[in-house]
């Protein structure tokens, strides 16, 4: 039996937030642009209400958003009601029950885990071993701030680029699952990231993520996301066990903008310079 979901409640307000999170995001006085302002998925602002001053923040800009605690949680999933860490739950679970594998023989490697937001609903279904990894400082502050002891370890580094601290932190892990939800493409995670984190991850383990649809269109990505994933699942180096297509959140003007959420088995590792 797969443990009980929980998607008809809030995802603003998990179980898994802190109390001090749970005020802030009630707390929060947020003002948007106008509607049609026609900004891009990258280019979304905000301006909140914090330390007693007025600021603009760029949902992009991650240092800035992470350190105003309740922003990314009222603003992108309560306000733009975004679904994907829900998504990838549900699928990952249905796939670990059909695969008769229990979520606490999870060990997740969460790549561009923020703040923490995809291993706390995890945590909530009996996921309990997670490292994060993020390029922003922000990320590893706010994580524990918001969701104290959540990860055994949470390293800010470049994947293609370690420092040797960090390369032994991860090291020091066995990964039978990775996890990386919004947060490929856009000038946040490159394949070659993505590709070095799947590396990481025990053959047979669990891959799961999602991804802006646009990018897995060979004819309008720039991403490099669409011929990396057709080349792993071509050659079964990544076996594909759910793809499914749902709407990821509503963008600042109200549009559905639509993502895939894949999960899938890692049969072997992937050749470095095919990522390229
Ligand atoms: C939209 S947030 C998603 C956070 C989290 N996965 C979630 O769903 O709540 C994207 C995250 O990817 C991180 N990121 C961007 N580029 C990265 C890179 N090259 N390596 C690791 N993380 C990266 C950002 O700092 C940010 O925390």
Not at 173 to 195: K, Q, Y
Request: proline fraction near 4%; charge should be negative.
């Amino acid at each position: 039996m797969s443990p009980a979901l929980t998607e008809t409640m809030s995802p603003v307000l998990t179980d898994s937030c802190s109390s001090d999170l749970k005020q802030a995001i009630k707390r929060l006085q947020l003002a948007f642009p106008r509607v049609g302002t026609g900004l891009e998925q990258d280019e979304e602002w905000v301006v909140v209400h914090h330390e007693k001053q007025w600021k603009k923040i760029r949902l992009h800009d991650y240092n800035d958003l992470f350190a105003v605690p309740g922003l990314y949680e009222k603003w992108v999933y309560d306000v733009l009601g975004c679904r994907s860490p829900q998504q990838v739950r549900t699928q990952l679970l249905s796939c670990l029950e059909e695969a008769d594998h229990s979520p606490q023989t999870l060990s997740v490697l969460d790549l561009g885990a923020g703040n923490g937001y995809v291993a706390g609903i995890l945590s909530e279904v009996g996921v309990e071993q997670f490292v994060g990894i993020d390029i922003n400082p922000s990320a590893a502050t706010a994580a524990e701030r918001d969701r104290p002891e959540l990860y055994s370890d949470f390293v800010i580094d470049d994947l293609t680029d370690l420092s040797d601290a960090n390369a032994r932190t991860l090291d020091s892990h066995s990964f039978n699952c990775l996890t990386c939800v919004a947060a490929l493409g856009f000038g946040d995670i490159p394949p070659e990231v993505f590709v070095a984190a799947y590396n990481r991850i025990e053959d047979d383990g669990w891959i799961a993520f999602t991804i802006k649809s646009d990018f897995l269109d060979d004819s309008h990505d720039r991403s490099g996301f669409s011929g990396l994933i057709r080349k792993m699942l071509d050659t079964n180096i990544l076996e594909l066990v759910s793809r499914k297509s749902f709407e990821h959140r509503k963008a600042s003007d109200g549009q559905a903008l639509m993502y895939d959420a894949f999960v899938g088995r890692k049969r072997c590792s992937f050749p470095v310079v095919m990522a390229h």
